[in-house]
């Protein structure tokens, strides 16, 4: 709430709250890395809540053995797009990764990994008005030095299809 007032929406399960935008109902979304007790991963927590604080709803994506969300964007349509960084299996290197959920919460429209690896992540988002979005964060460097990054950008349709992709900027 804006007086201040606090109150808790989560378990202690959550490891960082990485990112949250206000829309224009006033509600927030808000995207958070957090605990899968059932294997000890960390997974990616979307959820949506009202201006008096309730979840209005709320999505955990568990397809990956790592999913740490960064940022988080409202589509023109209502739907939200959230980015950050994902892991396959414990074998992979983090890959970038997006998705888009419909704006209710109940339909995941699209889950991604993007990039080579072994240590890339998207780290921001803004929506197209074409639908689309375009991100940006780190892509490895081309060369072995595994601390050398390169600013990375990739654009998305609206069906989250890699339309475009500049890496070693």
Do not use: C
């Amino acid at each position: 709430k804006a007086s201040g007032d606090r109150k808790s929406i989560a378990s202690t399960r959550f490891e960082s709250g990485n990112a949250v935008i206000r829309l224009a109902d006033g509600a927030l979304v808000m995207a958070a890395a957090r605990r899968n007790m059932g294997n000890n991963t960390l997974v990616a927590w979307v959820a949506r809540v009202s201006p008096e604080g309730e979840v209005q709803w709320q999505h955990t994506f568990i397809e990956r053995s790592l999913t740490v969300p960064y940022a988080v964007t409202a589509m023109a349509n209502g739907d939200i797009v959230v980015v950050g960084t994902a892991t396959q299996d414990e074998k992979s290197g983090p890959q970038g990764w997006a998705a888009r959920l419909s704006g209710d919460g109940k339909t995941v429209m699209w889950n991604r990994v993007f990039g080579k690896g072994p240590d890339d992540s998207l780290q921001a988002v803004a929506a197209l008005p074409d639908g689309g979005v375009i991100a940006v964060g780190w892509a490895s460097a081309d060369h072995k030095q595994a601390e050398d990054r390169n600013l990375w950008i990739v654009s998305l349709d609206a069906a989250g299809k890699l339309r475009l992709e500049k890496r070693d900027l």
